[in-house]
């Protein structure tokens, strides 16, 4: 194995388990109501951006991508569980490539 | 422990949906990496031990181009930041004692088993042992896809055009949307968007949603009422 790999390789798993472990030990379970609820925000603002990165990143499929994106959103709203939301947003952004091109 | 037998369970079931996505960029990956002139043994390695498939590209993508390991290094440390987020939201529900060890759990936080768990306490069954389940789903999937990849060498062929990406963010916005239950929390995600289209053009994929995650916070920390006496 190449040495410089074998360097990046180690450095590269180190700094990517301290970001995954370093939460962890940096929180804590006893928090107050409100900072509870504004770590809550957390994941809503993660995972909109990588809607929001899947939509930009679309290279001009964004006719077919955006109006899956709010079917899939749609049945969430009504608590659909996630294979639904996919399996339905998938058909309909396959159905809307077919139409859109 | 049955209990946490269970949960683990449901945690790995409840990823299978994405297992497409994952296995058509995992595919893709073998092919990418062996081109790049990295080892079978190497790209195991990676897939092992890095467990990130966007990390995964980047650092494949700088050693084919002979960037410094400090280039490396730094870059995948960036793409990778927003996890500290999510390991301090995660402990809000993740009490100490009764969980997976917090390290062995760390190796498996990724964006969708982070997005399932949250998803679990959104319903009100917080569990670290799901999150784990869901993280060794993700593994299973990744590292069976490209070993599969680099076993046929490129002979199963998804085309680029397949749309099978596209599971990524459709999947996000199942799990984003039940979290959205108040204004304030529409504001956040909004205002989530406009960082992400910002910062989308002069940062990285990993530096973009860390930015967009703490302007999220940022509405929060104005919006939420205070608590009562």
């Given amino acids: 194995m190449d040495r410089s790999f074998l360097i990046a390789f180690a450095g590269c798993v180190a700094a990517t388990y301290a970001s995954r472990v370093a939460g962890f030990y940096a929180g804590t379970h006893d928090l107050a109501e409100r900072n509870r609820r504004i770590l809550g925000y957390v994941p809503i603002g993660a995972f909109t951006a990588i809607v929001a990165l899947g939509l930009a990143d679309s290279t001009g499929e964004l006719d077919a991508r955006l109006p899956a994106v709010l079917v899939a959103g749609s049945l969430a709203y009504r608590r659909a569980p996630l294979w639904v939301c996919l399996a339905i947003g998938l058909a309909a952004y396959y159905g809307l490539r077919q139409i859109v091109g | 422990v049955n209990e946490h037998r269970r949960e683990i369970r449901r945690g790995l079931a409840s990823l299978l949906p994405i297992w497409p996505g994952v296995v058509s960029i995992g595919l893709a990956y073998a092919v990418v990496s062996r081109d ?8 195991m390695l990676l897939c092992v031990f890095l467990f990130s498939g966007a990390a995964q590209f980047a650092f494949t993508s700088l050693i084919e181009d002979h960037a410094s390991a400090l280039a490396i290094i730094g870059t995948i440390a960036l793409l990778n930041i927003r996890h500290v987020l999510y390991g301090i939201s995660a402990r809000r529900w993740l009490p100490d004692h009764g969980q997976p060890p917090r390290p062995v759990l760390a190796h498996f936080l990724v964006d969708e088993s982070f997005g399932v768990a949250e998803a679990e306490v959104e319903r009100g069954r917080p569990s670290g042992w799901f999150l784990l389940g869901g993280g060794l789903s993700l593994w299973l999937a ?30 996000f916005v199942a799990l984003t949307i039940p979290l959205i239950r108040h204004r304030r929390h529409l504001a956040a995600a909004v205002i989530a968007v406009a960082v992400t289209f910002a910062f989308n053009q002069i940062a990285g994929t990993g530096l973009t949603v860390f930015a967009a995650t703490v302007a999220a916070v940022g509405v929060a920390i104005v919006l939420e009422p205070r608590d009562g006496p």
Avoid: K
Avoid at chain 2, 36 to 43: H, K, S, V, W
């Fill in chain 2, 142 to 171: 990744w590292n069976l896809s490209v070993a599969v990849g680099l076993l046929f060498e490129g002979a199963i062929d998804i085309p680029d055009d397949a749309g099978l990406d596209f599971i990524f963010p459709l999947s």
């Fill in chain 2, 36 to 43: 790049a002139g990295l080892t079978p043994f190497e790209i």
